[in-house]
């Protein structure tokens, strides 16, 4: 009999969870005019540029484009730099987007691939929380640490920081 009730349980929190989920993207709909999947213009890379992908309809990964690979602190808290495929491997989707301006123009600099490069290999203490790669992607930005979380929390900053709203596209390989 534990079993339904366990089953029920996960239920419950898959809803809960999706609702926050829903509730996040709603507020980032007033910086961002096209969320990840959203559009179908596919927009060439530059180095320096962010990037994302869904994993489970759920959450979102971040990272940045650098020389045609993507940096990412993994889940082991490890800067890596790996591949656009592995960058999509293990995740629930196929697409690999990147932040753009109204323009189409990706929101990027070579500084940034450069602080991507001189961290490569450092480890972390990996929290999903308070230490991911959200945080890792606006840090790399700035140059300096910074309270992200969410996707959302990403998305205005990059709105802030760029002066501009938003737009996902999906990357051009």
Not at 124 to 153: P, Q, W
Request: aromatic share 8%; charged share 15%.
């Amino acid at each position: 009999m534990p079993a339904p009730l366990l089953w029920l349980g996960a239920a419950c929190i898959g809803l809960y969870a999706s609702s926050k989920v829903s509730d996040s993207y709603k507020q980032s709909k007033s910086v961002v005019a096209q969320l990840p999947g959203d559009s179908n213009k596919r927009v060439s890379p530059k180095n320096g540029a962010v990037v994302c992908c869904g994993i489970y309809g759920v959450l979102d990964h971040t990272g940045i484009w650098v020389d045609g690979n993507i940096y990412e602190l993994s889940g082991a808290g490890l800067i890596r730099c790996i591949s656009p495929q592995r960058f999509l491997q293990n995740r629930s989707g196929d697409t690999i987007y990147l932040a753009c301006d109204q323009s189409y123009l990706p929101l990027a600099n070579e500084q940034i691939a450069e602080r991507c490069i001189n961290s490569l290999y450092q480890v972390r203490e990996y929290d999903l929380l308070d230490n991911n790669c959200h945080k890792f992607v606006m840090e790399m930005l700035l140059g300096r640490e910074v309270a992200i979380t969410s996707f959302s929390e990403l998305n205005q900053a990059l709105s802030n920081l760029y002066l501009s709203t938003i737009s996902w596209h999906q990357l051009k390989m």
